[in-house]
């Protein structure tokens, strides 16, 4: 184990059940205050909060839907405040709606949003769409202003995502030093970008540590264990890969858990239970493409290019991706979809 | 709740959040000092599904303390001793459909195992200690409390109980007094209470004493020409309550004394004059964020600031200080910042809760029920 690993280990947080009670505690009462009309500005703007932080744990693309829908509501009863803008570009934002989450942002702090908190929410969205020397203004400006954990982490994540792992690595350390809390969010999240950057580096082995302490920390964390078991089967265990994406893409309305195990079961000969999920996981994508092209382009065109079976179709989706988002990631996965078609 | 939210740290982290802390002699038993300890705000949710966190130490400490000096510097004198009560909870355990949470209270005299919820609570030797989920005893109009701040002025009353039907996590330890410091020792005690992680790293995370400290006296940064856009008050619930560090003094003392100024100045004419160096004459009292209960006089509900108004007046108290759960703490703080008791009394025309708090054991009132099942909302299935 890594040094950085024990020391991430050594930071306790609550347990996963308490803090998942909790969070559904937290969203049903400010549900409960929204519905009867006594929500302040800013208890709406924590319950898109929320709603997003629980889709992105759990991978339930109901919620991400749900909480656009209550942003969007939201901003239809108070159209003059800043913060319903604010809402609604983290929602926009969480459904790959990259301009629309940066409109937002400038309509929002025009109408009186804080500098910070706006530049904070900018900053991901340049990041996402791969405007990273912009982002990277903002981050550092934000630790400039106030070096605490939230600041560090999100340049650590940009430095993550351009691929830099060793300013990544030291500033990920930093931002652990930073932690004042036990609530287990924020540092499985940070775990699993961390997981996310080694994977994308090409090393599995750290990759799989980092996203297996994100699961540790939060078992209820999806895409933790989702990428858990792929890190684990290119490192040879197809067998626990296996009994892991068989539970999450059974429990799970993101079809990706579906397609990564048909591609597993494709690998490991057991072609019919591969179709099954590959059906699945085909008839899922065609739903949401269809609803929300920009968010699941990018996915799409991975299961397309490989277990669906469909390159050309992989290729197109890829194209759109790119155009949401020109980043190098982006770009590998294009080139992965047309390198996936078969020549002229 | 007077602390809830008190700083962005506890704002992120609502595990951690204490909203109030409540210390007085049991009204059944005079000779015990009940404290109260609650936390994690705004939770209008069924009781059993809030669970306080496995990994946080909820303490409330405790100490000896006598009056050091009375007139306009009065202050307190705060004995070494401590004598803790440090809950720590298990991660909960499912019973048929629902789950059960147990907890430890480690006291002076030993461990005590204690099943959150559970009414009767646990007892020991002289020691009784309760855990669970509660009606929040405190009651505030938000928009008056905020008004004077957005609006520089008194509001009108509307009267509004913001927090009606709210709940919180609580902690309730009833403790014989003589078994804390001795039958001989003084009858004043000092009481604080704090969270804190409980791991191998230790770092306190909350901290509070006396109410709205935090949110009426030290949030608002319009009046304090030396930090303008500093929240002090992450940096303040960090501190030890009973032993401020010098670093940071003076950007606490800044903030008190201008926004003490401020509420001073509310009703137009100056009932604590600054020193020559812009120092209130409550800021240094105040900083002294803690509790004080006299032990040998009986339970009163309104003791509240009684101890330190009359210490301020030069004349031995008459009440048992401390905070009683219905009290209206509200009023009476602002009363004393606004007009030290020479003027009306300053009301958010909110005296109560639907549901005061009881004179027995546990003294909190039962949580909100389970609230009707929502419609889907706006037409969007949950």
């Known amino acids: 184990m890594t040094r950085a690993l024990s020391a991430a280990r050594m930071i306790r947080t609550t347990n996963g059940t308490i803090a998942f009670a909790n969070l559904a505690a937290q969203i049903d009462g400010l549900e409960l205050h929204a519905a009867s009309g006594r929500l302040t500005c800013r208890s709406w703007a924590e ?117 830099e792992t060793a300013e990544a690595e030291s500033l990920f350390d930093e931002s652990y030093v930073r932690f004042r809390g036990v609530s287990p969010f924020p540092l499985a999240q940070l775990e699993f970008q ?151 | 709740m007077s602390d809830h939210g008190a700083g962005p740290r506890s704002i992120a982290n609502p595990e951690i959040d204490i909203t109030d802390v409540f210390a007085f002699p049991s009204p059944e038993h005079p000779s015990h000092l009940v404290l109260v300890m609650n936390t994690y705000p705004f939770k209008e949710i069924e009781a059993t599904r809030l669970f306080f966190s496995d990994a946080i130490d909820y303490r409330i400490r405790v100490h000896p303390v006598r009056v050091a000096s009375t007139g306009p510097s009065a ?13 720590i909870f298990d991660v909960p355990q499912k019973s048929g459909d629902s789950l059960l949470q147990s907890g430890t209270c480690h006291g002076p005299a030993g461990k005590i195992s204690v099943h959150v919820g559970d009414e009767a609570g646990a007892h020991s030797e002289g020691l009784h200690v309760f855990a669970g989920c509660r009606l929040d005893p405190f009651f505030i109009d938000q928009g008056f409390s905020g008004g004077i701040r957005l609006q520089r002025r008194i509001p009108e009353v509307r009267g509004v109980n913001s927090l009606e039907g709210q709940n919180v996590l609580s902690i309730a330890v009833e403790v014989e007094h003589s078994t804390l410091f001795g039958a001989d020792a003084g009858p004043l005690v000092a009481v604080l209470a704090e969270t804190a992680t409980n791991g191998s790293l230790r770092a306190r995370l909350d901290r509070v004493g006396r109410p709205e400290i935090k949110n009426f006296i030290m949030m608002d940064k319009a009046s304090d020409a030396v930090n303008r856009d500093l929240d002090v008050r992450d940096l303040y619930s960090e501190e030890d309550g009973f032993k401020l560090r010098p670093d940071y003094l003076g950007a606490y003392r800044a903030r008190l004394n201008a926004n003490l100024a401020f509420y001073d100045n509310l009703d137009g004419k100056t009932d604590w004059p600054l020193d020559a160096k812009g120092t209130h004459p409550l800021t240094e009292l105040l900083l002294a964020d803690f509790l004080v209960v006299d032990m040998s006089k009986p339970f009163n509900e309104d003791g509240y600031l009684e101890i330190e108004r009359a210490m301020l007046r030069g004349e031995p108290h008459r009440t048992c200080g401390g905070r009683w759960l219905n009290h209206d703490m509200v009023d009476s703080l602002l009363t004393f910042l606004i007009n030290n008791g020479n003027g009306p009394r300053i009301s958010d025309g909110v005296d109560g809760t639907a549901v005061p708090a009881s004179r027995k054991f546990p003294y909190l009132s039962r949580p909100t029920p389970m609230p009707p099942k929502l419609e889907p909302f706006v037409g969007i299935p949950t």
């Open chain 1, 194 to 344: 961390r997981g996310h950057m080694w994977w994308g580096a090409g090393h599995p082995l750290q990759a799989r540590d980092w996203f297996d302490a994100a699961w540790r920390r939060l078992p209820a964390y999806a895409q933790a264990e989702g990428h858990l078991a792929e890190a684990e089967a290119e490192l040879g265990d197809r067998e626990g890969a296996i009994v892991r994406l068989r539970r999450l893409a059974g429990e799970s309305d993101d079809p990706d858990y579906a397609a990564q195990l048909a591609r597993i079961l494709d690998e490991h000969g057991n072609a019919a239970e591969a179709d099954r999920w590959r059906a699945r996981a085909e008839k899922r994508y065609n739903e949401l493409v269809s609803r929300h092209p920009a968010a699941f382009a990018d996915h799409a065109a991975e299961f397309w290019s490989s277990a669906g079976r469909d390159p050309q179709r992989g290729v197109r989706l890829a194209k759109l991706n790119l155009e949401v988002r020109d980043t190098p990631r982006a770009r590998t996965l294009l080139s992965r979809a047309i390198a996936a078609c078969p020549a002229p």
């Open chain 1, 47 to 163: 319950l898109v909060d929320l709603l997003i932080l629980r889709a992105h744990v759990l991978g339930r693309i109901g919620d991400y839907e749900r909480t656009l829908a209550l942003a969007e509501l939201r901003l239809r009863e108070a159209p003059a405040e800043g913060l319903s803008f604010l809402s609604l570009a983290r929602a926009h934002g969480s459904l790959h709606l990259f301009k629309e989450a940066l409109s937002d942002l400038d309509v929002a702090e025009r109408l009186g949003i804080e500098n910070a908190e706006v530049q904070a929410e900018r900053a991901a969205v340049l990041q996402a769409v791969g405007r990273y020397d912009e982002a990277l203004v903002l981050r550092r400006e934000a630790v400039e202003r106030r070096a605490d954990f939230e600041s560090i982490a999100g340049l650590a994540a940009l430095h993550a995502e351009r691929g």
């Open chain 2, 75 to 87: 202050a307190f004198a705060v004995g070494e001793e401590e004598r803790a009560f440090s809950f």
